[in-house]
């Protein structure tokens, strides 16, 4: 029974509202439903405008983050260019000391070394085995 009369009272309001047209209700249900969807238009448009605010923000803390990592990379770059510098200086350096001195030079010296690190080699060897043994 509570159907019936739910069901009965809607009908009855759907009648009083065409009973309304003919006194003006219809004006005052259309800037009613106006007042509705400017206040929906106005919930969106402040809704828009915090989510641009933020894409705002992020893409300004975006740019900061990629300025200092520009600047790290120019740092980086002009510490490499500096240590190329060096390492070309040395190397040019390596090159006078080889060309200044001859073929046979450079032969003897290192035979010199060689024999000294031998000699020296065998000379512990014996040491060690008369110390130890």
Do not use: P, W
């Not at 739910?6 to 759907?14: A, M, Q």
């Not at 350096?93 to 060309?99: D, L, M, N, Q, S």
């Amino acid at each position: 029974m509570s159907y019936r009369r739910d069901n009965r009272s809607s009908r009855s309001s759907l009648v009083d509202g065409f009973d309304s047209l003919e006194e003006g209700g219809l004006k005052a249900s259309s800037s009613y439903s106006r007042d509705i969807n400017e206040h929906d238009n106005d919930k969106a448009i402040e809704s828009l405008q915090d989510r641009v605010s933020f894409l705002k923000r992020l893409t300004g803390d975006i740019h900061e983050e990629v300025e200092s990592h520009n600047q790290l990379l120019d740092r980086v770059g002009n510490k490499m260019d500096g240590s190329r510098g060096m390492m070309m200086g040395t190397m040019d350096r390596f090159k006078k000391v080889f060309e200044k001195k001859s073929a046979r030079k450079t032969c003897s010296l290192v035979a010199y070394f060689t024999v000294a690190f031998v000699f020296l080699y065998y000379l512990i060897r014996i040491l060690g085995y008369f110390t130890l043994g």
